[in-house]
């Protein structure tokens, strides 16, 4: 299935450069698993980067160190998290690298109530930025907010609206330090999302900036 909204290059190629903290690694790998034009962008970027190295290889060869390029290859970050080329079955709605990481399918989740019939599920990642499920019941409101970082959103089943677009399953949002939001769940289908944030987000209204801490959002 080829998506809407699709991972931007420059995220693709920090995951492929391995510069991505593990949350994020996780929502585009997800991604790139619902996406077969992405799959198709990640793999030309992966052959980029492999004759890249390639080259460093080379170069550290003429200074006669084939320690020092065994040394580099070995220190190259291994958090980024490969996408599994085998589709996953219709019915999953957790695609294969996240049911790899949650370990199993959505029965698995613990998911924990957040208010107004929504639910979240912070799943374990490192420290430099936070990963969730969330589940938005269809119809519902998200708290209008803004963010003091990146935060990247992936629907992994029913839709959601902001502005004037659609999110669907597997498409992918990306907003940062100057965009401010409400999205809202589409009718019909209960929405399930992936979403990670490298900074809390800026609520504005008081309720929810109140329970911002006990949410950890
Ligand atoms: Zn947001």
């Known amino acids: 299935m080829t998506v809407k909204h699709q991972v931007p290059d420059e995220l693709l190629t920090a995951y492929v ?94 998911w924990r109530s957040i208010g107004m019939g929504a639910k979240q599920a912070i799943l374990k990642s490192s420290s430099e930025a936070d990963v969730r499920l969330l589940y938005i019941p269809a119809g519902s409101e998200l708290p209008d907010h803004g963010h003091h970082g990146k935060e990247l959103t992936l629907v992994l089943q029913g839709a959601f609206i902001d502005g004037d677009a659609r999110f669907a399953r597997g498409d992918l949002e990306v907003a940062d330090e100057n965009m401010e939001h409400t999205p809202v769940a589409d009718i019909g289908v209960d929405c399930i999302c992936l979403a990670a944030t490298d900074a809390p987000l800026k609520f504005n209204k008081l309720v929810p900036r109140l329970a911002q801490p006990f949410l950890r959002i």
């Open 17 to 110: 450069a391995g510069n991505l903290p593990e949350a994020f690694n996780l929502v585009v790998a997800t991604h790139v698993s619902l996406c077969d034009e992405a799959r198709v962008r990640l793999e030309a970027l992966e052959a980029v980067g492999g004759s890249l190295l390639n080259d460093m290889d080379t170069a550290e060869m003429s200074h006669g160190s084939l320690e020092a390029t065994l040394r580099l290859i070995s220190d190259r970050p291994k958090e980024a998290i490969k996408t599994e080329r085998v589709p996953t079955r219709k019915c999953d709605v957790l695609p294969q690298p996240l049911m790899e990481y949650v370990g199993g399918d959505l029965s698995k989740v613990k």
